[in-house]
């Protein structure tokens, strides 16, 4: 079993970056594929980008591919995600996820929230002028 952790979340203006961190806690994180996922007020929660256990194979929704970037160092068992380029709309919450049973598919994004048995707490990102 996992305990994940975010961290990095804040208000940051129309363009500029954030880094988030996800640290895990528990048996395996190594053997885990991570998700992050975000919900914005008022929508559903979406996935926006995955990793698999080695951080070599990674996926991401359209609408963040190009500006973010998801990397893990298990070292530390912690999984990030640089954000650049924000917009008003990257505006959510944002999860880390995980289940022993998710991979992370390299060529179809599409991890669903209901297959997640991990979940952190979430980490608040406001875009704002």
């Known amino acids: 079993q996992l305990q994940l952790v975010e961290s990095g979340g804040g208000l940051v203006q129309p363009g500029g970056s954030l880094r988030l961190s996800c640290v895990a806690s528990?048996?395996?994180?190594?053997?885990?594929?991570i998700a992050w996922f975000r919900q914005a007020p008022g929508k559903e929660r979406e996935g926006v980008s995955c990793?698999?256990?080695?951080?070599?194979?990674?996926n991401y929704a359209d609408s963040v591919k190009g500006r973010f970037t998801v990397s893990r160092d298990n070292a530390r068992n912690t999984v990030y995600l640089q954000m650049n380029s924000l917009k008003p709309e990257d505006t959510a919450v944002y999860y880390c996820a995980s289940d022993p049973l998710f991979l992370c598919d390299p060529y179809e994004f599409s991890p669903k929230d209901y297959d997640m048995d991990y979940w952190g707490n979430g980490t608040l990102v406001t875009v704002s002028s």
């Open positions: 528990g048996i395996g994180f190594d053997y885990y594929d």
């Open positions: 990793i698999n256990s080695s951080g070599d194979s990674t």
